[in-house]
């Protein structure tokens, strides 16, 4: 029976490594009779990202197929071992990144990206070193944003290792999965292959020194942004949303997977982006197209700051379409941006 149990075990992947539980080496223990079933996991990095998925599963897996033993299931995750006795770290390029701060959002077109690039250009004009993590596998746009669509990353080896040199534009440092990918094979990307590319690009990019790293994530929660928690060591996490999104259930999804013990990463705040329209013809008009307050109200509920609201305008679209974001060129804009730059700045420092 123990036999039947770890083959079982064994048709569980982890996201990571891709490979059953038993192979991976992340079951330490199983005992299995008539009357019950313990199996004791232990993962290989002390804080796994994946490990409250995978108890999840396995708990699944064994009283489907162990019906009459539903109750006297157990599934436990030990500590893992201490760090010692794990293989040294592997080297990394982030070492002389002083923040990293993912943006993230709950469903696609919300103007993550958008949010994200004029972000870097804000806390550039406030003095700090900045660069871009392009991470959105699904539609990398970060290249558009800047004008730098067809840009080929230049490699050079240092000690063995490839380090990629990212583009720099108005003095900000980009890498981004776009300039790996043709836009319409983006959606074949899965799995271990994005994974893959998205270590490659954190690990090996030169850098060098930064202030912040924003992160621009996948929209939603998935094993794809688990797998970049795990390899990328973030500060804070932003999360976008436009007013009719914020009441769906992606928006809570994405601040529990930030909030979820394991990954425990603090949350900076909502930006709640395309929140109304003022005419140019109309200038103290504003249309809440899409209700008023909703970001405000979710903010409360659950905790989490309201970092500021960005009104729909036309230079901010335009800006993303010509590759100059709209903060470094239009004065109406910039205040918004800086604003929330100033908060998240401040939420580091306390
Ligand atoms: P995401 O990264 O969430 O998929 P994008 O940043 O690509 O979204 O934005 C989606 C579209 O909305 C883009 O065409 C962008 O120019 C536009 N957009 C985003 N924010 C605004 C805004 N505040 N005002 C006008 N257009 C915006």
Redesign the pocket.
Known sequence: MEQRVKELLNRILHPETQRGLMESGFVANVTANDEKITVVLQFAKVRDPFAPKIQRQVQALLEENFPALKETITVIIKEAAPKAAQPAEKRTTTGEIDHVIAIA?GK????????TANLAVALRNMGYRVGILDA?IY?P?QPKMFGLEGYLPEAEQVDGQDIILPAETMGIKIMSIGFFIKPSDALLWRGAMAVNALRQMIHQTRWGKLDFLLA?LP?GTGDIHLSIISELKIDEAVI?STPQQIAVADVRRGVEMFRNPQVNIPLAGIVE??AWFTPEELPQNRYYLFGKGGARRFAEENGVDLLGE?????S??EG??NGTPSVSIDSRVEPYYRDIAKKIVDKLRK
């Open positions: 959002s696609g077109g919300v103007g993550k990206s958008t949010v959105d539609g746009s621009d929209p976008v982006n395309m960005i009104p729909i305008i036309q901010i679209m993303a379409d």
